[in-house]
């Protein structure tokens, strides 16, 4: 075995307004399916067999209700719960199951839906024996209106700076764009290595990392570090070039422990096999061109990303990407539009670019274009739907007419009402004959 | 869309502007135009540009300014102007000659000469102000050895220039050369940030002893999102300008070098709007010898070939009787060469006409020029021999510049990076140490004829009469030797001088800052700041020393006291260790620092051990954990070894702390069996400090050694 996968579904969503106020964010549907189910269909078919599943008490509970991930999904899963409301990051996730941990790691987001090519970032880790490698993509605009958003929302304009080097591959730096506010300052040290640094910006990471079993191992001992993404992919991107590795220097006692950290450092990065070191001496490839010294320079630590400049990739964490994820499912996997088990009138015109989930009922004279439609929802007759989000058990009176909006499971909505771009709360209750134009409902429906 | 609008425009408005008639024509198949400018406007050549100006210095045996030339004929200039100042004379006699005021010559050469250039500003402003230039020019320095095809950047450049009119003035060409190359100038050192995909110059900046390269933020707000930070550039010095150049530079009069002037494009770049771009040429040659490990590194590029076509036995001066054949291993030689029994040329050499070479010469990787003598059993390797030079035998030179008529008598040997300007005589038997400069020209006549600089060369015999008042040295050049050793000290100190005390430039240096810079903390290595930690650290000692003092005069309790000290961690944001060593050392240093240092030892135990009591509460509110216990016992370590006179008082005072349960038995113990990590600590367990010994009924007693308890 030469990667252990994991699976991070312990996070609550926190940026998708109410869409998660009941329902975690791992469990939200996407095309039916409940968006974690879209990273271990990615695990499952590069051919892994067990996943190490961190998630919460509740995902846990949902996961063993839900059809599609015991129909559906053949690895077998180890589910490892921590606290709900622990506060726990990414990193000590992985620090609460270092004693599973036998070889290296590929951890996956829950959130992530993707076509990409897995194997691109794994051959980076191998091919040059990497500490970390991991995926970023394009970021992609989102184009639809938001519920409960007006106008289009300005994207944050604090950008993410990755410095790649004249191959793309080789990650150099990352940095906010706030974290930078006086500038960018590169130590020439580091250009002389890498004379050419690509600087690009607009990028999303796709939250998959390749890492060293090392890596984890090195996280028991820093107990500081909390989050990968935020703390521990930072520290290993900058400890590249940090000397420290190499460096011998004992000084006093303050030294000394700062000693006793780079030991632990010095376990990340000395993991080369000494066939592998004696590999690397005697072959005359090298990753750079221009001086003369060896490959890689020296450094033993080195992070890797592939950037994917096609294909899909989605990281469901707001209310828009959902919508643009739930609109791109039905694409991403061939499957019938129609649940089997779902009743629909023949005179109900269903788009193609639709998905009717399982035991729903249709009624005639409907219309549903462009949307999804969950498990065992009622459609009335006379109703439109274009461009939503209908999740599971939601009843739909005669007449409405529903316009890019989500409405989340258990929702009654009344008869006639017309409700364009709306997010409706889980169990919500629209009265009949109401008109929701516009955004601004969100939160009346949840607090009720 | 855009560009049919400037075009529409431009045919409406007819003629523009100052351009004068026959723009139409122009516009279809505009003369290329060049401006080369024949001077340094440096000394960097000093003493040798003394008697010669730097352009007219042989390079391969040809003067610099012919490649130069070549260059721009080559690559389509058809008419060139060439301003010089400093011996510009000399510089006129040698182009008049030369093949370029050929009546056949495709490039015609206008010369223009002034005294009153004292920088590219003061040429080009002189380009405005005479109306020389009609369209797009090409920039050079008349020490620009170059073999770029600039057709594509002109074109581009055009193209840029049309879609946007008036936006984009410059293009600089630049030479990919990684970092270590040889022909890398590290006084040229340059880093440039650029937007990937319009190839627009968003930062330009010498790098020169810097460590740290900065990069100002606004830069990445141009709109793209992809951005490339280029440290493998050579700047060949060489650029396509568009008209506006000049009067931007009579606009600005503060501009005196190109450097300003990109500078000053790209900080205005938002008020003026214009812009500069780059074009980068992967397999040209281009370098500008801008001081002589450039000419070394230029002049070997060149025996090398990697300057083809422009290459030595070319000829591409068309000069009678400067031919040379090639032969294997970059051999070439001049017509008249004749070699002594048991010489051997090894490689990369290039010997001119007429010139003999003795027996059992060894002689590699070197230029050699016309009419030279050369003896017997010489070495030359790496060296630079110009013309009518005589070498005695038993000579060793390597990695040096001989100068035209210089003589080098017997058993002379030149270490690496010696000059022997013109007319030198050295030796014999005498070793020059590395990097001596010997000149005809005294350097102290330097000050008297400050203002020759700007005039012409007539005076320069005048001079020379002067020096020959002044005996030589011959402790310096030997017994009969001739010539003053140039010391670069005596330059003036203008600003630009700054960094030309040496003739040969700076040379490369492989990786100065990796063994400096070994122990950068955990900090970024992008960002961090490590002085700043230092800083607060003191800050926070100061802030809780005064937190204290106040404590005690207002009788604060210690739940406050703790409540101030952990706001102040959050404000300089220490580390809980740092805060007990902090408190620790504070608190053991209260006594001196209310009553000054000049305490006795029993009494500044009687004043800190009622503080003690006091403050007990603060401590233990930090020590804590096991760990903490040792911090806190270390900072005490660390304090007393500070304050060695005062060991007296160290047993009551940590008895006192033991007794007041802030640190425990247990871990006393364990720190006194620790061992000390410097021969002082262990001075301090053992000699002077304090004995612990456990007693029956399990407490802990601590004496002292020295005194009685």
Same mark, same amino acid.
């Given at each position: 075995m030469e990667f252990q996968a994991v699976l991070m579904a312990a996070g609550g969503g926190s940026r998708m307004t109410d869409l998660t106020y009941n329902t975690p964010k791992a469990m939200l549907p996407v095309g039916n399916k409940p968006l974690m189910w879209y990273p271990l269909n990615l695990l499952e078919r590069v051919g892994f067999e067990e996943v190490i599943v961190i998630t919460t008490k509740e995902v846990q509970k949902m996961m063993s209700a839900d059809p599609k991930i015991k129909q559906d999904v053949k690895m077998k899963l180890e589910v490892v719960c921590i606290q709900e409301d622990g506060d726990m990051g990414t990193a000590d996730a992985l620090r609460h199951i270092q004693p599973k941990i036998k070889t290296d790691i590929l951890v996956v987001s829950c959130d992530l839906i993707t076509d990409a090519a897995l194997h691109e970032v794994v051959d980076l880790f191998r091919a040059h024996n990497a500490t970390l490698a991991m995926l970023m993509s394009k970021a992609h605009e989102f184009t639809e209106t938001v519920p409960g958003q007006k106008g289009k929302k300005k994207t944050a304009e604090q950008r993410d700076f990755v410095g790649v080097d004249e191959s793309g591959k080789r990650l150099l730096f990352m940095a906010n764009e706030a974290d930078l506010e006086e500038g960018l300052s590169i130590r020439k040290s580091i250009l002389r290595k890498h004379p050419r640094v690509h600087i690009k910006t607009g990028l999303v990471d796709a939250h998959l990392y390749c890492l060293k079993k090392s890596v984890v191992d090195f996280l028991t001992d820093n107990k500081s570090i909390s989050s990968i993404r935020g703390e521990l992919v930072p520290y290993l991107v900058r400890k590249q070039f940090s000397k420290t590795i190499n460096g011998q220097k004992t000084k006093d006692d303050v030294e000394d422990q700062n000693q006793k950290k780079s030991d632990s450092k010095l376990h990340i990065s000395s993991r080369d096999e000494p066939l592998l070191q004696l590999a690397q001496e005697r072959s005359c490839w090298n990753d750079h061109r221009g001086d003369m010294s060896e490959a890689y320079h020296g450094g033993k630590l080195r992070c890797y990303v592939h950037i994917m400049d096609q294909g899909l990739c989605y990281r469901v964490n707001t209310l828009a990407a959902y919508i643009e994820a739930n609109r791109l499912a039905p694409k991403l996997f061939e499957e019938? +539009? +129609?649940?089997?088990s779902a009743v629909t009138s023949e005179r109900c015109q269903i788009g193609s670019d639709s998905i009717i989930g399982a035991s729903c009922q249709v009624a005639e004279k409907t219309s549903i274009k462009r949307s999804t439609i969950g498990n065992s929802t009622t459609v009335k007759e006379k109703v439109k739907v274009t461009n939503s989000i209908i999740m599971h058990g939601v009843t739909i009176e005669e007449g409405c007419n529903i316009q890019g909006s989500v409405i989340c499971s258990n929702a009654i909505i009344g008869r006639g009402a017309d409700l364009k771009y709306c997010l409706v709360g889980n169990g919500q209750r629209i009265e009949s004959i109401a008109v929701f134009q516009l955004k601004e409902c969100v939160s009346v429906f949840v607090l009720n | 869309m855009a560009s049919k609008g400037a075009k529409q425009s431009r045919s409406g408005s007819g003629v523009a502007g100052r351009k004068g008639t026959g723009d139409q024509e122009e516009e279809e198949q505009p003369l290329l135009q060049a401006v080369l400018i024949a001077d340094s406007f440096n000394r960097r050549f000093f003493p040798i540009s003394k008697d010669q100006p730097r352009a007219l210095l042989p390079l391969g045996n040809v003067a610099m300014i012919d490649y130069t030339l070549e260059f721009l004929t080559s690559t389509g200039v058809q008419e060139t102007f060439v301003f010089c100042c400093w011996m510009s004379n000399k510089i006129k006699e040698h182009l008049l000659k030369s093949k370029w005021c050929r009546p056949t010559s495709p490039n015609t050469v206008h010369i223009i000469t002034s005294d009153l250039y004292r920088s590219l500003g003061d040429v080009l402003r002189d380009v405005d102000a005479k109306a020389l230039v009609r369209s797009d020019f090409v920039l050079v320095y008349g020490d620009v050895v170059s073999n770029i095809d600039i057709s594509q950047a002109l074109q581009e450049h055009r193209h840029r220039r049309k879609i946007e009119k008036n936006i984009s003035v410059m293009t600089m060409i630049f030479k990919e050369s990684s970092p270590g190359h040889k022909s890398r100038c590290e006084e040229d050192d340059i880093i440039v940030a650029m937007d990937s995909k319009s190839q627009r110059v968003l930062h330009y900046q010498k790098t020169q002893g810097l460590k740290r390269l900065h990069f100002p933020m606004n830069i990445f707000h141009s709109g793209s999102d992809e951005f490339e930070i280029r440290y493998d550039l050579l700047d060949c010095h060489i650029s396509i300008c568009s008209p506006q150049v000049a009067e931007l530079f009579t606009d600005n009069f503060d501009y005196q070098t190109r450097n300003d002037f990109v500078r000053g494009i790209l900080v205005n770049e938002e008020i003026l709007g214009n812009q500069i771009h780059m074009h980068v040429t992967k397999d040209g040659y281009g370098a500008r010898v801008s001081n002589l490990l450039m000419y070394d590194a230029v002049s070997s590029d060149l025996v090398r070939r990697w300057v083809y076509p422009l290459t030595p036995e070319a000829n591409f001066t068309d000069q009678k009787g400067q031919s040379c054949t090639h032969s294997r291993h970059n051999v070439y030689r001049g017509s008249g060469v004749s070699l002594g029994h048991g010489s051997q040329m090894e490689e990369n050499l290039l010997i001119g006409c007429d010139t003999s070479i003795g027996a059992n010469c060894h002689i590699s990787n070197s230029v050699i020029g016309y009419n030279c003598t050369i003896g017997d059993n010489v070495i030359l390797d790496r060296a630079y021999i110009w013309n009518n030079v005589h070498i005695a035998s038993n000579v060793v030179i390597s990695q040096s510049v001989v100068c035209d008529k210089a003589e080098v008598k017997e058993g002379v040997k030149l270490n690496k990076q010696c000059v022997l300007a013109y007319n030198v005589v050295i030796g014999p038997n005498i070793s020059l140490p590395e990097g001596t400069v010997v000149s005809m020209h005294h350097p102290e006549e330097e000050e008297e004829d400050d203002d020759e600089f700007l005039s012409d060369d007539g005076e320069v015999g005048q001079s020379q009469d002067k020096t020959k008042q002044k005996a030589f040295n011959p402790a310096e050049v030997g017994a009969e030797g001739r010539g003053y050793i140039w010391k670069a000290s005596s330059l003036d100190d203008t600003e630009e001088e700054e960094l030309s005390q040496c003739l040969w430039g700076l040379v490369l240096n492989p990786d100065p800052d990796s063994d400096s810079e070994a122990?950068? =903390?955990?900090?970024?290595?992008?960002?961090?700041? =490590?002085c700043a930690a230092v800083f607060s650290c003191a800050v926070f000692q100061i802030e809780v020393l005064g937190t204290l003092q106040r404590g005690l005069e207002e009788n604060i309790g210690c739940d406050n006291l703790v409540l101030e000290i952990n706001s102040l961690k959050y404000a300089y944001n220490i580390n809980m260790k740092e805060v007990l060593q902090i408190l620790t050392r504070v608190v053991l240093d209260f006594p001196f620092q209310q009553q000054g240092p000049q305490l006795t030892t029993p009494q500044y135990a009687a004043l800190l051990l009622p503080l003690l009591k006091k403050w007990a509460g603060v401590f233990k509110n930090y020590v804590k954990r096991a760990q903490d216990h040792m911090d806190c016992l270390s900072a005490f370590e660390e304090y007393f070894l500070e304050q060695e006179s005062h060991w007296g008082a160290m047993f009551k005072i940590l008895m006192t702390m033991y007794q007041l349960e802030i640190v425990e038995e247990e871990i006393i113990l364990r720190w006194f069996s620790q061992g000390a990590t410097t021969d002082k600590g262990r001075q301090l367990r053992n000699n002077q400090g304090v004995r612990m010994r456990r007693q029956a009924e399990g407490h802990l007693w601590i004496e002292g050694h020295a005194g009685p308890a």
């Open positions: 019938p +539009v +129609v649940h089997p | 122990s950068e =903390p955990d900090g970024s290595s992008f960002s961090s700041d =490590p």
